[in-house]
DNA sequence: TTTTAGCACTCTCGGCTTCCGAGTGCTAAT
DNA sequence: ATTAGCACTCGGAAGCCGAGAGTGCTAAAA
């Protein structure tokens, strides 16, 4: 059976000031401030009865309501209104947009440092992982007669680059040649289509280069292959403290160290985009939700956003459970859907 | 006149004990753990005396006393014993340096990582200022019909990259002829010589991919421009937490929020640094020593590393004023050292 | 003259009690 | 079905007290 229109609105009352003020709401004050004309008793009744559904809770017996998981979940769902971004909210997120991929991952930064500021959350954001990620280019920059860069553009649009110490000085032309045999050889191609005997056949083209080809082989495979853990950055930490629920510098600690470390981080979200249900962009997980003990009283809000092909990468916005859901999804879709238009229209899209 | 030398030992017993147990300590403590044979009165006479001289504080009438920063300042400069690294740090530290390079950057992010994890203090990593950077090399790698990137190696290793829209698509052979334009004009100069005049002169030689040097050009101003900020990298934000001092959640936020804020940490150590004293490679900067409120209680050891001719880079460990500055100086100065040589036997340096 | 023992004094901290107010649940009236 | 009224509960702030740590001072001892 599915919750009558007053216990929706009233439960929705309750949520969206708890969101503002972090403290239990109790009966008088929903009375006086939804505009539903009844008394506060009526409201204590409908309210216990929304406890009863697990929609409520009560920190202890006379302390107002806070919301449940499942109520945040059910507000999330359906009740909570779509907030709409101040001028100023998205002039920013459109400055992280101009600063047009000068590179890829700074600009995904850039904006989750944004939204941490406009929002006062915390916020991740996970490069792609791109497994399936191919090398696009290769390009071999001598530096001086014992020194040499390898240049590598992967097809997700990030460049790599590796010092190289040059057994026996090369020259120009030389170099060009070996360039020539990596290009043909291993561009667009996967890590596991690169193979031994591809190297070996390689290498035997360039002679006395041979064992320039097999380091940048050997590097291009690191790339492919590291670079599957994508980076994390993570910004506005510390504005975690502002939140009242922090008070508690033991809970703060906790959370903050659970944050720091990336790999909690990456596997927590692999974790959560396992599931199939790929409903929409924008995802939440809430409180008890989380398995992850220091995550049980926080919320998340992520995002996805494409790189091409096959490439996603999340951003990630980390709060107290009774985070402000309906702003930052606002936000976040906000920047998503530009990010991902500004791909789509000028990047690789032929890859 | 010169502190006796039982007040030195009286001193030096204080603030070992205040580092290690972040609590007030008293004469009765002192007189039995250090073994100077006197009675806690006599101890109890000394201390008020260093008291009046400056060296210590009561917090109140009958807590024990705690060393003030002019104390610490002592202690630094004349009381400190160097600090042995134990097999474990000097490990993870060579660890840190074996990862040879791969990135300069990378390096010293790993290291600051290291050190805070080793102290359980927060560190930053600036990257050097390198405004008297220069561009070792061009190159533009052609990625498809309408896009190239544009790729920059500075002297300093640094390298940079840009994408770039093609007006009309060029051919190889034309691409390398205005690499090798770039390459004879614009290498070896820093911002300053690169003048309008000679950008005219370069796209002259280009034909109709003038367009394409200026973009260049371009580009490599703001390389070597805004990389003069220097990229700043925080580690262990949270284990500031760790510290009894920061139990306080509003003492906690105000300087951790501070530390977020990487131009403030930026300013800070410019304006450190604009001392001319440049003593050793250590450095210190002890409460109340630092201008900024929210260093005041806060203490930071400096740790400055080459990276070629003219261009230092500064590592920072920030910790409570009580911090172990003999174990942090030991970390960062084998760090220093090691990174150093690796740099001054490995890198372009004969640039 | 320096060191030490003794003692009164001060101040913080933790625990305890008390009190107040907010908010509830229940009952009876509308 | 709603509301007014009321007794009840519980957490938090304020106040109080005693214990403990550490001091400074004085007077005796070395």
Redesign the interface.
Same mark, same amino acid.
């Given at each position: 059976m599915s919750l009558s229109d007053r216990k929706r609105r009233i439960l929705k009352a309750v949520i969206d000031e708890y969101i503002e003020n972090a403290e239990p709401v109790g009966s008088r004050v929903i009375a006086s401030r939804s505009r539903l004309d009844v008394s506060p008793a009526t409201i204590r009744n409908e309210m216990s009865e929304l406890e009863e559904l697990g929609y409520l809770e009560q920190p202890h017996v006379s302390a107002g309501r806070i919301p449940s998981t499942a109520g945040y979940r059910l507000y999330v769902n359906e009740l909570m209104q779509d907030y709409a971004l101040s001028d100023h909210e998205a002039e920013a997120i459109n400055a992280a947009l101009r600063t047009q991929?000068?590179?890829l991952e700074r600009t995904v930064r850039e904006f989750g440092s944004f939204v941490s500021r406009l929002t006062n959350y915390t916020t991740y954001t996970l490069m792609p992982s791109p497994s399936s990620e191919r090398v696009?280019?290769f390009?071999v920059?001598?530096?001086?007669e014992r020194?040499a860069?390898v240049?590598i553009?992967t097809s997700s649009?990030l460049?790599k680059?590796?010092?190289i110490r040059l057994a026996t000085s090369a020259t120009e032309e030389e170099i060009r040649q070996v360039v020539r045999i990596l290009n043909t050889h291993f561009t667009n191609r996967t890590l596991d289509e690169i193979s031994l005997s591809l190297i070996k056949r390689a290498s035997a083209e360039a002679g006395n280069l041979a064992y320039l080809v097999t380091a940048v082989a050997d590097f291009a495979g690191e790339v492919l292959d590291d670079s599957g853990d994508g980076d994390i950055y993570l910004d506005?930490?510390?504005?975690m =403290? %502002?939140h009242p629920e922090?008070?508690?510098?033991e809970k703060?600690?906790e959370l =903050? %160290?659970y944050?720091?470390d990336k790999r909690e981080i990456l596997r927590h979200t692999k974790e959560h985009f396992s599931d199939d249900n790929v409903a929409g962009q924008i995802r939440f997980s809430i409180g008890t939700e989380n398995s992850d003990e220091p995550l049980k009283d926080a919320g998340i809000v992520y995002g996805t956003y494409d790189l091409g092909k096959n490439l996603q990468g999340v951003i990630g916005i980390v709060g107290p459970t009774r985070m402000d859901y309906a702003k930052v999804a606002a936000n976040l879709n906000y920047f998503i859907n530009g990010f991902n238009k500004l791909i789509r229209d000028s990047f690789?899209t032929?890859i």
């Open positions: 991929m000068r590179e696009m280019k390009d920059l001598i530096i001086d020194y860069i240049v553009v649009g460049l680059n590796k010092r506005g930490i510390s504005r =403290l %502002n922090y008070r508690d510098p703060a600690r =903050l %160290n944050l720091s690789f032929d």
